[in-house]
């Protein structure tokens, strides 16, 4: 009975997989005779050029979709399998982001090395990012939530110094991003005949590789018993996979989240062995990037894509990630208890006044210091008052953007219990991002009061829906900190269909990605200074709220607080401040993160006080980083956001690095 039973199971494992890819390729044949059919036509007398059209263009692009496709598809499993994370894929590991800042650096440096090194310096890149991925996680034993927060990390920080290059190679600029955003665009068949051979062998080293993947799904010791050279198999498993994932990224750019998709369907499909997953996922993959691309093509005007791949196939993203939370099983990155013997500060009011004494100190040091030709200089007298009126903008906007992310991170991590929340951890920036493309979008150039409105609608939408997910999951940190990224990942993604469309809608997409403060005015200065006054002054008012949530919903009920309408106040306060914030810094810089983390490990502890600490450290990290970002470099400057990114990014790995994170 039981040998028929499991006979039973296993043809039922195969059949499902095969109809689900039967039915896939229906489509995929349906779709591209759609486009064919319905391609424009050439006039009769250039049946020539449309034959050329047809084999050189769309004959090539469909072949290397499916070819992309299965690549990513046997990347993401090999992942999947060999660190045993369901979520494991080239985007939430930082493959693709370290890839793609490696061919930046290639292309900023010199263009003509590309064409040598192409496919070396995205594995060189690649395998960088997942090196420092697999060693922030290695302590808690690849946790897939330490994973996935250690691959956003160097997603971060890797976009940050990837935007920092583009900018400062104006000439290479929106050519570079229009490549990252992932165009399967073809001119011939060099892209066929460059990606088939990789896939090819990446597939025939797969097979090779089927007994040590299906004796790493074991737990360590089991695959030891066994054995298993267990460090040696895992590093030629992902070599493989970084460089069948960084061999696409260099052909086409960034495919997001392709490698996630498609062993995910194949195991709703019903394959349940490593080898039914091994063939299932690159047919899956193939067949899904074939058919989207087939779909932007159809939708968009005159046949131009609507969006171009990579984010396309990252709109998939962030609502599959959101779906397969249920299944990641994680213990937790985060300990809600502080540590025995965690100090605290006696006298809160003397260390405020210490920290606003540093505010005073750094201010004064960011209007009158900086170096020039002939060196280093103390502004004062007729020289002070001339360049008052081009620094003082720039550090009220640094200063109340910090202040305002501080403070908002600090009602994200006592709304939600999370000491790891945060506008740019939880996806709220992004959604700021999000709603300011979709006002470029209808209105074209918009004015700043409609730029930042729609700002504060995309950040309390992805707060909102953030919330809404955490709190099904009873606001587990694990859960929460997945769906920030999923949210973010989602939100990028629309970003990234406007910045690859190549006009001044992208520049000024990544101008506020980058979050310059260079052309900071008048405007900008008031609006830090009155949206600081007026969005931080009911918060002393609601200090019980904020005492009473990070206890639980049924803690809060029991003091008789009405959890919804406190977390939707609460929500709509830190959204504002993000959305704000964001426009003058952008999106990147982790102050929401780090500030209220200082202030508790300084020793403050009342709600009260960590809040006026958080915002005191916010204003001073991001005021230092406007000065720095002056002077580092001079006479060229950093844009402020991607340099407090660079700080914040280094506090994060630390932070995860310790036993524990501690709220």
């Known amino acids: ?360 100190g750094v201010i004064w040091l960011a209007l009158t210091a900086a170096p020039a030709d002939d060196g280093w200089h103390i502004a004062s007298g007729v020289l002070f008052s001339d360049l008052l009126p081009f620094r003082l903008p720039r550090t009220t906007a640094a200063g109340g953007a910090g202040a305002m992310l501080a403070a908002a991170g600090f009602i994200m991590q006592r709304v939600t219990g999370n000491p790891i929340a945060s506008p740019e951890v939880l996806g709220v920036s992004a959604g700021g991002g999000a709603g300011l493309t979709v006002a470029l979008f209808i209105f074209g150039f918009p004015s700043p009061i409609v730029m930042l409105s729609a700002m504060s609608l995309g950040a309390l939408a992805a707060f909102l829906v953030m919330i809404a997910i955490a709190a099904r999951a009873r606001f587990s940190p694990e859960r929460m900190l997945l769906a920030g990224i999923a949210i973010g990942a989602f939100s990028m993604a629309i970003v990234t269909i406007v910045l690859a469309q190549g006009d001044m809608r992208g520049y000024i997409l990544l101008t506020w990605l980058s979050g310059s403060t260079n052309r900071a005015g008048p405007f900008e200065a008031w609006t830090a200074v009155t949206a600081l006054a007026g969005l931080a002054a009911p918060l002393p008012l609601l200090s019980r709220w904020l005492t009473i949530l990070p206890l639980g919903g049924s803690a809060a009920r029991a003091f008789g607080l009405s959890t919804r309408v406190s977390r939707l106040v609460l929500a709509t306060i830190a959204a504002l401040m993000t959305a704000i914030a964001s426009f003058l810094v952008g999106p990147l810089s982790l102050t929401g993160l780090i500030a209220p983390h200082l202030a508790r490990l300084m020793g403050f502890q009342k709600p009260a006080h960590q809040l006026a600490a958080s915002m005191l450290i916010g204003a001073i990290v991001l005021i230092c980083a406007d000065w720095l970002s002056r002077v580092v470099i001079y006479p060229y400057q950093v844009p402020v956001g991607l340099f407090a990114a660079l700080i914040g990014g280094p506090y994060l790995i630390w932070l995860l690095t310790r036993k524990a994170t501690r709220l």
């Open 1 to 360: 009975m039981h040998g028929t039973a499991n006979r039973v199971i296993v043809a039922r494992g195969i059949r499902q997989p095969l109809a689900v890819s039967s039915a896939l390729a229906g489509l995929c044949l349906v779709a591209f005779a759609l486009l064919v059919l319905l391609r424009p036509k050439l006039p009769e007398d250039s049946a020539g050029l449309d034959a050329v059209l047809l084999w050189q263009s769309m004959m090539p692009r469909a072949a290397l979709s499916l070819i992309a496709g299965a690549a990513l598809g046997l990347s993401g499993l090999l992942l999947q399998r060999v660190l045993r994370n369901p979520i494991a894929d080239a985007s939430t590991l930082g493959v693709a982001s370290g890839a793609e800042l490696a061919l930046t650096i290639v292309t900023s440096a010199s263009p003509l090395l590309l064409g040598i090194s192409r496919e070396l310096a995205a594995f060189a890149g690649g395998l960088s990012a997942v090196a420092i991925v697999l060693a922030l996680g290695w302590r808690r034993g690849l946790d897939p939530v330490t994973v996935a927060l250690s691959g956003m990390i160097v997603t971060l920080i890797a976009s940050a110094l990837s935007v920092t290059i583009i900018l400062a190679r104006g000439e290479y600029a929106m050519s570079i991003v229009i490549w990252g955003a992932g165009s399967l665009s073809q001119q011939d068949w060099s892209g066929v005949i460059s990606l088939a051979p990789r896939l090819l062998i990446g597939f025939t080293a797969g097979l090779l590789l089927l007994r040590p993947l299906r004796v790493l799904s074991l737990d360590d010791a089991g695959a030891k018993s066994l054995g298993l050279a267990l460090h040696s198999a895992r590093f030629a498993v992902l070599a493989l996979a970084v460089w069948l994932s960084a061999s696409v990224t260099a052909q086409v750019g960034v495919i997001g989240f392709m490698g996630l998709a498609a062993p995910a369907i194949a195991r709703l499909a019903g394959a349940r062995t490593t080898g039914q997953i091994m063939m299932a996922a690159p047919l899956t993959g193939a067949g899904l990037l074939f058919l989207t691309d087939c779909i932007t093509q159809l939708l968009g005007p005159g046949f131009t894509d609507l969006a171009p791949a990579g984010a396309a196939t990252a709109l998939l993203g962030g609502p599959l990630l959101l779906y397969l939370l249920p299944r990641v099983h994680s213990f937790s990155a985060v300990a809600p208890q502080p540590p025995p013997g965690f100090r605290r500060l006696r006298k809160p009011s003397a260390g405020l006044l210490v920290l606003l004494i540093a505010l005073v």
